[in-house]
């Protein structure tokens, strides 16, 4: 299986609902055919991804998940059941605009 890097327009985003202090909750829709084991989003340019935000729990398909994070622009990493990633560059989450929706499409497979 091979993912390919793509922009945020491959992305299908939505409304969402903004919270307090500059941060907004950030649903994460499982569109796709495949499991996303590991979800990572961090600072444009960052050496580093950070935590897994799922946790423990595989965002499976048709499942979401809801995240605080602050309003910003952000690189992020998604890896699916087979261990594929798929990096997606400077993603602008903003307070009228916080949802994505992985589909088969995303990235090249999911």
Do not use: K
Not at 12 to 24: D, I
Not at 33 to 44: A, K, P, R, S, W
Not at 49 to 64: E, F, H, I, K, T
Request: with cysteine; proline share 5%; aromatic share 8%.
């Amino acid at each position: 299986m091979r993912l390919a890097p793509l922009a945020f327009a491959t992305i299908a985003a939505v409304a969402a609902c903004v919270v307090e202090h500059g941060h907004s909750e950030l649903n994460v829709i499982n569109s796709s055919d495949f499991t996303i084991e590991e979800l990572y989003v961090t600072e444009v340019g960052s050496p580093t991804w950070g935590p897994n935000l799922l946790g423990d729990v595989p965002l499976v398909p048709d499942a979401s998940i809801t995240l605080t994070v602050a309003f910003g622009t952000y690189d992020a990493l998604l890896v699916d059941e087979t261990g594929a990633d798929c990096q997606l560059s400077a993603i602008d989450l903003r307070a009228d605009d916080p949802t994505w929706v992985v589909t088969n499409d995303t990235c090249n497979v999911f």
